[in-house]
Structure formats: structure tokens, C-alpha cells
């Protein structure tokens, strides 16, 4: 069985492909909505917060083969653990990530801790589109300034209001957006400041920044965690074929 660890796009791609090559599946997400992606025809999901212990049992409880980690850019944690357990276990592990962005014209970030010092020196709204578990970071600015956009689950909708944020500040939509959508939402909330992620072309990097630069809305993107990965894949082909 292969062992597909992530609710992306990607990791929902990945699965038909690998399906294709009629091997068994098992998809592990942590959200709802990667759950719902994952749900196919001949597939095992487990949707949970797995800790390494876990991933251990799951390695020797459906007889993993093959580790595909698929999982968010961002999500380094669940690399880092997945990698150590496929190593003490002594299974396959590849990891797929979509490639980074090069963008001219923009500033890149090592933290939020260096975006939020850089934006206190700002004035107009700021509209974070990093997902919601890092949301809480930003309280150290003044809350009304600040617009989250977010997926329509209720996670996400929960933590907004946990860090802060009013109904009106929370923008539940469903991404990948297209340019037009979003300049339609900066211009409708006066954005001056776009924080986002180097989530790639997949994460709909492309469109925003685009977007921001039609309007001169100054962009901040996040870098991704540095990781030593046993092996790397950008492209499906290169994945299935060495699965």
C-alpha cells in the first residue's frame, strides 16, 4: 500500500495517478476539507493530527511500501516527523513539492515575526492569505486593520474569531482564485499590504501578486522552511515513475 500524507491539491492529483497504477491508497489529512478531496473509489482516509508515534503505527499497521509526502510546503513538522519514521522503520519515503516561485518585485520574509516588524512601520489594510493557524501572530497589530482570508470550513472560520477578528475581517473563500477575483478583493477591502506564502503556482501565488502589482498593493511573502528531504520530486512524471 501506498501511504499518501496530505490534503493538497497536489496530494489529490498524486492519488489518481498513483490509483492508475492499480496500487492501494491511504490518504492522511488534517482537515475536513482534505478529507472530502481525498474521498475516491479504493481509498483509505484517515483524517487526524498525527504525531510520530502514530505514523509508526500506521507504517506497520497497512503495510506501507512507499511514503508519498505531498503535504503542504508549510506543513515542515509533518515532514520532518514523517521522514524519521520511514527511516527508523526502514520504508520508501519521496517527497513531492510544487516548485518555489521566483517573483521580481517583491519582499521575501524568513518569518512573520519579520513581516509583522516590517508592517508596523505601515499605515492601511492588510490582508493575510497564510491559511489560519498562524493568524494569531498578527494580533500585535492593530486588529482593524487586518482582513483574513481563509478557507469555508469551520476550522478556519473558528480560529479567525479566536485571534480576534470580526465577521466583517474574514473573508471564507475557497482558493484557487483567479487575478480578476483577486483584485476584485482588494480593491473591495482598500488593501494596501498582501502577506502570503510561496505556495507556488499550485497556491495560486501567481494571481495575487499579479493582482497586488495592478493596484500597488506592496506584497510579503513567506518563505518555505528549509528541509533536507531523502528525495525530492517537482513533477508527477518523475513521482510515478519511481514510486
Not at 503495510?63 to 520532518?80: G, K, R
Not at 516590517?118 to 492569505?129: M, P, R, S, V
Request: net charge positive; charged share 25%; proline share 2%.
Amino acid at each position: 500500500m501506498i501511504w499518501l500524507i496530505g490534503g493538497t491539491s497536489d496530494a489529490h492529483k498524486i492519488a489518481d495517478l498513483v490509483l492508475a497504477e492499480n496500487k492501494k491508497v491511504l490518504v492522511s489529512t488534517t482537515t475536513s476539507y482534505g478529507a472530502v478531496l481525498a474521498q475516491k473509489a479504493n481509498v483509505k482516509v484517515i483524517q487526524d493530527k498525527l504525531e510520530i508515534k502514530d505514523m509508526k503505527s500506521i507504517l506497520r499497521d497497512y503495510s506501507i511500501e512507499t511514503v508519498i509526502d505531498a503535504s503542504h510546503p508549510f506543513a515542515n513538522l509533518v515532514s520532518q516527523n514523517a521522514i524519521a519514521a520511514c527511516k527508523e522503520a526502514g520504508t520508501k519515503y519521496i517527497r513531492f513539492e510544487r516548485e518555489c516561485a521566483e517573483i521580481e518585485k517583491v519582499d521575501y520574509y524568513n518569518s512573520y515575526a519579520q513581516i509583522i516588524d516590517a508592517l508596523e512601520q505601515t499605515k492601511g489594510n492588510i490582508l493575510l492569505t497564510i491559511g489560519s493557524k498562524n493568524i494569531h501572530q498578527f494580533n500585535k497589530l492593530k486588529s482593524d486593520r487586518i482582513i483574513a482570508r481563509v478557507l469555508p470550513v469551520k476550522e478556519s472560520i473558528e480560529l479567525c474569531m479566536t485571534a480576534g477578528l470580526k465577521a466583517h475581517q474574514i473573508i471564507a473563500m475557497k482558493g484557487r482564485m483567479s487575478m480578476e477575483t483577486n483584485k476584485a478583493l482588494l480593491l473591495e477591502y482598500d488593501i494596501k499590504h498582501l502577506i502570503t506564502k510561496d505556495s507556488g503556482e499550485a497556491g495560486g501565488l501567481y494571481e495575487k501578486v499579479d493582482a497586488a502589482k495592478m493596484l500597488s498593493v506592496k506584497v510579503y511573502v513567506l518563505k518555505r522552511p528549509e528541509i533536507s528531504y531523502p528525495v525530492l520530486y517537482n513533477n508527477y512524471t518523475s513521482l510515478i515513475q519511481n514510486i
